[in-house]
T-cell receptor
Framework: DAGVTQSPTHLIKTRGQHVTLRCSPI?????VSWYQQVLGQGPQFIFQ???????GRGNFPDRFSARQFPNYSSELNVNALLLGDSALYLC?????????????FGPGTRLTVT | GQQLNQSPQSMFIQEGEDVSMNCTSS?????WLWYKQEPGEGPVLLIA?????ELTSNGRLTAQFGITRKDSFLNISASIPSDVGIYFC???????FGQGTELSVKP
């Protein structure tokens, strides 16, 4: 079975631009979460979506937004990119919102802002 | 806010040695997860713990959920070179991660 997939793998943007990252969860998983991982640190929670609704948001500015589609895939959008947005962006899926917190991660999208 | 303190930050061991790392929290967690991340990849789930005092094994890996629900540890027995990577603890529903323990294994 396919795991979590993310696209693109790598991306280079300049300051001020916007970016859209995409994620497809494991088949049957209805919850998708996004994390930012800066080099040398653990992942930081950005958003959680379940059944197309936002169910949690981390301490990130409004430049970050996301949505989940009827097929449970998800997009993360970042506007007005800053140099500090350079990071590995990870998507994770889980089968249900409560009862299990086992989240399965994709390989990530490496974003470089110049 | 909630924080996880993971130690040690790095370990350099000989193949065949046992490894122990732990994670403590300033708050109570109802779930503890342990992940391994290799360069260029996303974290891979190793063990999930759901009950205080729970001891769970996955091959050579053993993890425990602390009685106070504020800590967890991970042991790796008889380490091998492919154990190399960064090990993260994580807790809660919207996962909060530790800083990671970087493991190096010398053949």
């Amino acid at each position: 079975d396919a795991g979590v997939t993310q696209s693109p793998t790598h991306l280079i943007k300049t300051r001020g631009q916007h970016v859209t990252l995409r994620c497809s969860p494991i088949s049957g998983h209805k919850s998708v979460s996004w994390y930012q991982q800066v080099l040398g640190q653990g992942p930081q929670f950005i958003f959680q979506y379940y059944e197309k609704e936002e169910r949690g948001r981390g301490n990130f500015p409004d430049r970050f937004s996301a949505r989940q589609f009827p097929n449970y895939s998800s997009e993360l959008n970042v506007n007005a990119l800053l140099l500090g947005d350079s990071a590995l962006y990870l998507c994770a899926s889980s089968p249900v919102l409560r009862g299990t917190y086992e989240q399965y991660f994709g390989p990530g999208t490496r974003l470089t802002v110049t | 806010g909630q924080q996880l303190n993971q130690s040690p930050q790095s370990m350099f061991i000989q193949e065949g040695e046992d490894v122990s790392m732990n994670c403590t929290s300033s708050s109570i967690f109802n779930t503890w997860l342990w992940y391994k991340q290799e360069p260029g990849e996303g974290p891979v789930l190793l063990i999930a713990l759901y009950k205080a005092g729970e001891l769970t094994s996955n091959g050579r890996l053993t993890a425990q959920f602390g009685i106070t629900r504020k800590d967890s540890f991970l042991n790796i027995s008889a380490s091998i070179p492919s154990d190399v990577g960064i090990y993260f603890c994580a807790g809660g529903g919207k996962l909060i991660f530790g800083q990671g323990t970087e493991l190096s294994v010398k053949p």
